[in-house]
Antibody, heavy 121, light 109 residues
């Protein structure tokens, strides 16, 4: 059974760095078919893709946010970590991690439940 | 970057209606398009990938079609559980960037 679960702080202050962890089960982060993305959704708004990491450690980022994002993985712990620097209230959103590789490799077949992060002083 | 637009942004429909949502890409994307359903407070759920392939477990009343720059998601007979927001999504290969459409909310008439 494939599952993904996000964890991290629910509240961060402006200018702080956010660190989120996605813990996966039911598949291996070393499987060459698999990748994991982070996607966020501000309240009442659309989905926004942030970053992706493949099993070979290849990474790519949203054009508009790439200077603030870092994605990494620890295969032995089955975890994918996202850091977002210089948080701002506009970064308030539900943050999801999602898997690619189970279907065409270009879409997300499994998602975590999401974690709401609020940015406020 | 490739942009995705969806139309309509909002539609009001009745149970049993046939519903069609359109997604347009700003550039050629072949058939590399997926559709998701999202209900309030829940994560998105993959419905269709590769433009027309139904994800396992998704009811057959959902179908997808299209290629190049224009794609459609059709619900043949709307059911009460289908009232939700629907998003299209694509992966651009060079540079590798995932993009979501702005969403279409399907509400009860």
């Amino acid at each position: 059974q494939v599952t993904l679960k996000e964890s991290g702080p629910v509240l961060v202050k402006p200018t702080e760095t956010l660190t989120l962890t996605c813990t996966v089960s039911g598949f291996s982060l070393s499987d060459p078919r698999m990748g994991v993305s982070w996607i966020r959704q501000p309240p009442g708004k659309a989905l926004e893709w942030l970053a992706h990491i493949f099993s070979n450690d290849e990474k790519f980022y949203s054009t508009s946010l790439k200077t603030r994002l870092t994605i990494s993985k620890d295969t032995s712990k089955s975890q994918v970590v996202l850091t977002v620097t210089n948080m701002d209230p506009v970064d308030t959103a539900t943050y999801y991690c999602a898997r690619t590789g189970g279907t065409s490799g270009r879409d997300f077949d499994y998602w975590g439940q999401g974690t709401l992060v609020t940015v406020s002083s | 970057d490739i942009q995705l637009t969806q139309s309509p942004s909002f539609l009001s429909a009745s149970v049993g209606d046939r519903v069609t949502i359109t997604c347009r890409a700003s550039q050629f994307i072949s058939t590399y398009l997926a559709w998701y359903q999202q209900k309030p407070g829940k994560a998105p759920k993959l419905l269709i990938y590769a433009a027309s392939t139904l994800q396992s477990g998704v009811p057959s009343r959902f179908s997808g079609s299209g290629s190049e720059t224009e794609f459609t998601l059709t619900i043949s007979s709307l059911q009460p559980e289908d009232f939700a927001t629907y998003y299209c999504q694509q992966l651009n290969m060079y540079p590798r960037i995932f993009t979501f459409g702005p969403g279409t909310k399907v509400d009860i008439k």
